[in-house]
């Protein structure tokens, strides 16, 4: 079954693989702070999560979502720096908008981090296509 014109623009191998990479990430995410969670405070056992995550989201992204084919050192510096970067910048608006819309404005937390995690997930795509994987003007046609 064909998707309608607009549809087909959005929904692509690029746009299914980023949700798959997501999927995969928040596995990671929980694999990793479970066990840690028994061993360690949970808050230290969330960050050094949130580092696997990221981590793995970066390789994901790179060689399967967005076929970054730049393999000098320089490149994959590039990338990782605004990759980490990015990731730092979503997950500080994502804490601000639930600090203001939970804690000033007494929205529910449940909500709140549902139409957070959706503007994140947008943010994260955008940055990562347009800035991080950005590719050049003659791989564009590939």
């Known amino acids: 079954m064909a998707l309608p014109g607009g ?22 995410n929980w694999a990793v702070y479970y066990p840690l969670r028994l061993v360690i405070h949970y808050a230290v056992a969330n960050v050094l999560a949130w580092i696997a995550a990221v981590a793995s989201a970066f390789v994901i992204n790179k060689f399967w979502v967005f076929r970054s084919k730049d393999r000098s050192a320089r490149a994959l510096l590039r990338e990782i720096g605004l990759f980490a970067g990015a990731r730092v910048a979503s997950l500080g608006i994502e804490s601000g908008f639930l600090m203001l819309t939970v804690e000033l404005l007494g929205a529910g937390d449940a909500i709140m981090k549902l139409i957070a995690a959706v503007f994140v997930i947008v943010t994260n795509y955008i940055f990562s296509k347009f800035i991080i994987f950005k590719k050049e003007t003659s791989d564009e046609g590939q």
Do not use: D, M, P
């Not at 692509?12 to 990671?28: D, H």
């Open 7 to 28: 549809l087909k623009k959005l929904i692509n191998r690029e746009t299914v693989t980023y949700v798959a990479a997501g999927i995969i990430t928040t596995l990671v």
